[in-house]
């Protein structure tokens, strides 16, 4: 996934883009980092870790003047989870200085990296976002956005990205705009993020989408925008909605929070169940489980209390705690469930094993049924356009039925909503939308070269940064 932030203009830019990326922490928790241009040259800093990780002190924000800056936080989907990988990747070219990030994933990019280190360019990272910038620095144009234009046309695949340069701040989204990005204003000056929720926290506004094939340059109150030849088909992860995107954000034109609870509403009448009460998995199951209760009529508890404040380096102890993973996150109210018959709304089933440990946990605390519901269809194909999945093997969904699924999690009856369902929660037109995780009709095939950036899990940390 990963979420990007760039603001041009403002004295406070790199504070602002801390901000920001405090707001975006949820796309991505890998690595963070910001680069700013302060008249003269571009300053940067990132490392491995979360937003206050990598800017505990003030000082950090400190080394990065200017007023124009872009950031990053990441969540691997091309490229080791290494530091050499973090963005924003900074280069030096004929046309100035440059410092992009980006958020998605080219399905070309290992064909090309072929095709221009054949011609003599030497990579520094195994990113796909650093074709883009060798792209552009064999078309040098006057004008830089010319040759990011140029560049463009090459690559395929999912991309928002945000470039700083000494020109600029230059926004970029993909003709079929599988991830998000918008436009916001903030005292007068154009600011753009991965979901809106990162302009409230500044108090800036949202201004609207950036749209498919649009590629924007904001230079102090100026804002010009250009289109990338070509008409594509919209191809909208419907996914940004279900799970990735945080409630209070807009995309797509629409509310994340009211599609989610339609979709939660939407599932309790294609699939109501005989219970008690609707409790969620939290976070993700929450609103959905909303509005499943709403429909339904059923009462809506808390039933699952989540920890927040387990990190990345919690170690498990091996086989000393049955199902440790998932019970270390996550707790059940036992006053609640005990001798109760339970609806447990979750947001999606990827290999079935965590859904399997809560429901063994549900029934431990007492639950005299469990109905399990998933406000999305079940999962059968990788996603090659910026979500890390599973290899297809093991996405359960893949060669299970919903019956199998329902016996493998242990639940009284599972159900999940269709994708004619689903759809009709969302304001944009059903053709609109990549289904490609759930039928394998993937609107961009990958080259041969790149087939395996669908084997994304797990990611092997191996450095120390």
């Not at 602002?16 to 990326?21: A, D, F, K, Q």
């Not at 036992?334 to 001798?339: A, F, N, P, T």
């Amino acid at each position: 996934m990963c979420g990007i932030f760039g603001i041009e203009g403002s004295e406070d830019a790199a504070n602002l883009t801390y901000l920001g990326l405090y707001a975006l922490q949820h796309r991505g928790q890998e690595s963070t980092g910001i680069v700013s241009w302060d008249g003269d040259r571009l300053n940067v800093q990132r490392g491995m870790g979360k937003v206050a990780e990598i800017f505990k002190e003030r000082r950090s924000l400190g080394r990065l003047p200017g007023d124009r800056a872009i950031g990053h936080v990441r969540y691997s989907t091309h490229g080791k989870s290494v530091i050499h990988n973090a963005q924003p990747i900074v280069v030096k070219t004929s046309m100035g200085p440059l410092g992009v990030i980006h958020n998605g994933n080219l399905v070309n990019a290992n064909q090309l990296r072929l095709r221009l280190e054949a011609e003599g360019s030497i990579f520094q990272t195994t990113s796909d976002t650093e074709v883009i910038l060798h792209l552009m620095a064999r078309k040098p144009h006057d004008d830089i956005v010319e040759s990011l234009m140029e560049a463009l046309i090459e690559v395929e695949g999912a991309y928002s990205l945000l470039l700083v340069t000494e020109q600029g701040l230059i926004a970029a989204r993909d003709p079929h705009g599988f991830r998000p990005l918008v436009l916001g204003e903030y005292q007068g000056r154009a600011c753009f993020a991965s979901e809106s929720c990162a302009f409230d926290l500044m108090e800036g506004a949202l201004v609207r989408e950036v749209e498919r094939g649009e590629v924007i340059i904001a230079t102090g109150d100026e804002i010009r925008s250009y289109r990338l030849p070509g008409e594509k088909t919209g191809a909208l992860c419907p996914f940004e909605h279900v799970y990735f995107a945080r409630p209070d954000s807009q995309i797509f034109g629409d509310s994340v929070s009211r599609a989610r609870h339609e979709m939660g509403a939407q599932l309790a009448r294609e699939a109501p169940a005989v219970a008690d009460l609707v409790v969620p998995v939290p976070d993700g199951g929450v609103i959905g489980a909303l509005g499943y209760s709403r429909e339904s009529g059923l009462p809506f508890e808390m039933g699952l209390i989540r920890n927040h404040y387990v990190g990345r380096t919690f170690i498990e102890p091996q086989q000393s705690i049955r199902d440790f993973g998932v019970r270390v996150k996550l707790n059940p109210v036992r006053s609640m469930i005990k001798d109760r018959k339970i609806v447990l709304v979750d947001d999606s089933i990827v290999r079935g094993t965590t859904s399997q440990k809560i429901v063994r946990m549900m029934r431990r605390a007492g639950a005299s049924e469990v109905h399990l519901r998933i406000t999305c269809p079940p999962w059968r194909w990788p996603c090659r356009y910026g979500i890390s999945t599973p290899t297809r093997e093991e996405l359960i969904g893949s060669s299970n039925d919903v019956q199998q699924i329902r016996e493998y999690v242990g639940a009284d009856s599972l159900a999940f909503l269709s994708t004619e369902g689903l759809l009709g929660c969302l304001t944009g037109e059903r053709a609109s939308y990549c289904t490609a995780c759930w039928d394998g009709q993937y609107p961009v095939q990958p080259s041969r070269h790149d087939v395996d950036q669908t084997q994304l899990f797990p990611i092997q940390m191996d450095d120390h940064e």
